[in-house]
């Protein structure tokens, strides 16, 4: 006797190997068999015929942390068929904080949220998320930036010893807590003000523990070899498994050096390196409008940063020196848009090149200018890479898929603003798109990069793969009719033809509805 069998289904178990005909059966939160359960009884069947089975698909770079305390059923992401996320990433975690970090966090974080951020600790942010539950299972990591403000504040000097021991000593704490591992955001602050040697002395704390590092390098345009080379470097120098978050060649001078960092990548992994990558099926990325200003002028943080664009000779200088940084990198203001700004929803869709003629401004200018009005919290997308780069990267066999997003929900509250489409439609976009229509690589191989590789990656042993024993993590989807719908102008839709998912062997989406369950774990 089973809960759950799907009937007469096309299985891809998650190596890699060609898809096989057979039942799934489920008992409690395990896959109980695969075969031939046409004689078997069960609580509920589902015939799954001309439907694949999968395993859950894993989103190894997700900030779905900065939504699941607010949002637990994770809509557009099990919608994906995902059911595990990463979060933490970037070198931003909603943990540790100090006091006044929670503050800051209740004061900025999104109207639409609820939830108050009561936690300060890792270990009391998991088990904010064990107890409220979550519709997929998460592993956290540890954000580097996040434990540098928290001892040092926004400083940009180097740690003294004892800080530097401070923040050793919280990675150890975080991952005592259950984070999986150490990530940096090394073009964000704080993380930007730290040399090669802090993040090698955090990256071996990390190491000693079990756990992988991952990074959003120090550049993806003009110093991206330069930046994967540090991070290849802290992989040696630390011993420990390096995994480069949403790989990516930005900025028309820079797309040259998607083949170069390729060949950088498979040399060290030839030579025995642990180093794997990720990315987003798009070619444009999502980030806060303030990552367009120089370091030097986030020194002190968001309201530091305000004073400066309100002194008029420091804007001049900042105009100065930034005066034709998008055109250089062959972007132009009309590839950059606003995509969330909560105080000012009327900004959201547009570009920033039709907001400055607007105003009767020059865009840097419109740019400064919104930054004041919305205190640094905006969010922008910008047509930044090559789609050959894109298809290239997603060729590479050691390469994952991410969503480099948070989530939302097509309705209601979180259904606002102009999210990337990634938050709707990575996974679907990779088998309707890139495996289906391009034929890049085959449903098989697309499935494997989503699933058994991941979950190699993170130590997970039962996670992966749709074998006896394993955990029961589930996608049922129509591979003829697969494919992500959501579009930069209106973002908020579903995909077509995920039909089921099952987490820990309930279901999360019954014939394409959210059933409201929250059965995922905190791993």
């Not at 007469?8 to 896959?31: E, K, T």
């Not at 979550?134 to 800080?163: C, F, S, W, Y």
Request: charge should be negative; proline fraction near 5%; aromatic fraction near 6%.
């Amino acid at each position: 006797m089973y809960d759950l069998i799907f009937r007469n289904g096309l299985v891809i178990d998650g190596s890699g190997a060609a898809a096989f005909r057979a039942d799934v059966g489920v008992r409690g939160s395990q896959i109980a068999a695969v075969g031939d359960l046409s004689q078997a009884e069960a609580g509920q069947v589902v015939d799954a015929s001309g439907l694949m089975l999968a395993p859950g698909f894993i989103d190894m770079h997700s900030h779905g942390d900065f939504m699941l305390p607010f949002l637990p059923t994770a809509d557009s992401k099990v919608q994906q068929g995902i059911t595990l996320e990463v979060v933490g990433n970037c070198g931003s975690s909603m943990a540790p904080l100090s006091p006044a970090m929670a503050a800051e966090v209740n004061q900025e974080k999104d109207s639409r949220a609820g939830q108050e951020v009561t936690w300060e600790t890792f270990g009391e942010f998991l088990d904010t998320l064990r107890r409220q539950g979550t519709a997929l299972n998460v592993v956290a990591l540890v954000g580097h930036g996040t434990i540098r403000e928290k001892v040092m504040g926004m400083t940009d000097a180097a740690p003294t010893p004892e800080q530097l021991a401070a923040m050793q000593d919280e990675v150890r704490a975080a991952m005592q807590a259950g984070a999986r591992g150490l990530s940096t955001g090394l073009i964000y602050t704080p993380n930007v003000y730290a040399k090669t040697d802090e993040i090698i002395a955090l990256a071996r704390t990390a190491a000693e523990m079990g756990g992988i590092y991952t990074s959003h390098v120090r550049g993806e345009g003009n110093t991206l070899l330069e930046a994967v080379d540090e991070a290849i470097q802290v992989g040696r120098e630390a011993g420990i498994s390096v995994e480069v978050s949403h790989l990516k060649a930005s900025g028309v001078r820079n797309w040259d050096k998607m083949a170069q960092v390729i060949e950088k990548i498979q040399k060290a992994r030839e030579e025995g390196l642990n180093v794997n990558a990720d990315m987003y099926p798009y070619p444009a990325s999502n980030t806060g409008l303030s990552s367009l200003i120089p370091d030097w002028a986030h020194v002190g943080g968001r309201e530091a940063m305000v004073a400066r664009l309100q002194d008029p000779a420091l804007r001049a200088q900042l105009r100065a020196e930034l005066h034709d940084e998008v055109n250089a990198n062959g972007v132009g203001w009309d590839r950059i848009f606003i995509s969330d700004c909560p105080s000012n929803p009327r900004l959201e869709g547009r570009h920033l090149g039709e907001i400055a003629a607007e105003r009767g401004v020059h865009p840097w200018e419109a740019v400064f200018d919104i930054l004041i009005e919305t205190r640094c919290v905006a969010d922008m997308i910008m047509f930044t890479m090559q789609e050959e780069n894109v298809a290239l990267g997603l060729q590479q066999p050691w390469v994952m898929i991410g969503t480099d997003a948070s989530g939302r929900a097509a309705e209601g509250p979180f259904s606002a603003g102009k999210p990337h489409p990634r938050n709707y439609g990575s996974f679907p976009r990779v088998l309707g798109y890139y495996a289906r229509q391009q034929e890049l690589f085959s449903v098989e191989e697309a499935v494997r990069k989503m699933t058994s590789l991941p979950a190699s990656k993170l130590g997970l042993t039962q996670r992966g793969y749709l074998r006896p024993g394993c955990y029961a993590d589930v996608v049922v989807f129509d591979a003829q009719a697969v494919i992500d719908r959501s579009t930069f102008q209106q973002p908020h839709q579903y995909p077509q033809g995920i039909r089921w998912v099952v987490v820990n062997g309930q279901v999360v989406v019954k014939d394409g509805q959210h059933t409201g369950a929250l059965p995922g774990q905190i791993l």
